[in-house]
T-cell receptor, first 113, second 113 residues
Framework: EPEVTQTPSHQVTQMGQEVILRCVPI?????FYWYRQILGQKVEFLVS????????KSEIFDDQFSVERPDGSNFTLKIRSTKLEDSAMYFC???????????FGSGTQLSVL | DQQVKQNSPSLSVQEGRISILNCDYT??????FLWYKKYPAEGPTFLIS?????DKNEDGRFTVFLNKSAKHLSLHIVPSQPGDSAVYFC????????????FGTGTRLKVLA
C-alpha cells in the first residue's frame, strides 16, 4: 500500500539553526500538508499546498517557515531559525482531493536545544 | 481555540466489549468529520469519516454517529480488541473554503485482555 514517507525520523538542532524536514507524499496525490503535535497537545494544522503554491496557512506558520516542492516527489518544510517552542512532532500528509481523508507520514520528531 | 473537544483523555475497556469515544465541536460550519487512530511513533491513520448529510456511518467494527443538533459525534468499536489500544483523534472541517482539519486532543483507549 502506498504511504507517505518522512525523513529524518528524529532531528536535533540548536536554537537559531535552520532545519529542513523532508516528505515524499503518495505519488498520485495533489494536495500536501504539514501538521505538528507538541508533546501532550493536539495535532495542529500548519500549511496546505496545492498546484505549487500555499493554499492555506495557520497563524503558527510565520515568516520563519516555508514549504517547497523542489521536484516531482519531495515536499519540504523549512524552519529558518528554530526556537525552543518549535520542538514537536511534525507530520506530513497528502490527499487526492482537497477535501478528503489525509494520509499521514510517521512524523519527524524535532528537538530544539 | 477549542473548536473540537475530546473531553475524555483516556478510556479502558475489556476485550470484547464496546468502546465509545466522544467528540464535541463548536463550529456550526463543520460538516465533515473524521476519526484517526494513532500508535506511538507512527502517524495518524484514517479510520472512518462522516459528512453532515448522514447521522451514521459504519465500517466493520467501527461506527461513527453524528448528532448535529448537539454538535456531537461518537465512535463505537464493537467488539473491542487489544490491537485497538491507541490514541483516537476526531477531526472536523467545513467542506468548502478550507482544506484545514481541526483536531481534538485525543482519547487514549486501552483494551484489556
Amino acid at each position: 500500500e502506498p504511504e507517505v514517507t518522512q525523513t529524518p525520523s528524529h532531528q536535533v538542532t540548536q536554537m537559531g539553526q535552520e532545519v529542513i524536514l523532508r516528505c515524499v507524499p503518495i505519488s498520485n496525490h495533489l494536495y500536501f500538508y504539514w501538521y505538528r503535535q507538541i508533546l501532550g497537545q493536539k495535532v495542529e494544522f500548519l500549511v496546505s499546498f496545492y498546484n505549487n503554491e500555499i493554499s492555506e496557512k495557520s497563524e503558527i506558520f510565520d515568516d520563519q517557515f516555508s514549504v517547497e516542492r523542489p521536484d516531482g516527489s519531495n515536499f519540504t518544510l523549512k524552519i529558518r531559525s528554530t526556537k525552543l517552542e518549535d520542538s514537536a512532532m511534525y507530520f506530513c500528509a497528502s490527499s487526492t482531493q482537497g477535501f478528503e481523508k489525509l494520509f499521514f507520514g510517521s512524523g519527524t520528531q524535532l528537538s530544539v536545544l | 481555540d477549542q473548536q473540537v473537544k475530546q473531553n475524555s483523555p483516556s478510556l479502558s475497556v475489556q476485550e470484547g466489549r464496546i468502546s465509545i469515544l466522544n467528540c464535541d465541536y463548536t463550529n456550526s460550519m463543520f460538516d465533515y468529520f473524521l476519526w484517526y487512530k494513532k500508535y506511538p511513533a507512527e502517524g495518524p491513520t484514517f479510520l472512518i469519516s462522516i459528512s453532515s448529510i448522514k447521522d451514521k456511518n459504519e465500517d466493520g467494527r467501527f461506527t461513527v454517529f453524528l448528532n448535529k443538533s448537539a454538535k456531537h459525534l461518537s465512535l463505537h468499536i464493537v467488539p473491542s480488541q487489544p490491537g485497538d489500544s491507541a490514541v483516537y483523534f476526531c477531526a472536523a472541517s467545513p467542506t468548502s473554503g478550507t482544506y484545514k482539519y481541526i483536531f481534538g486532543t485525543g482519547t487514549r483507549l486501552k483494551v484489556l485482555a
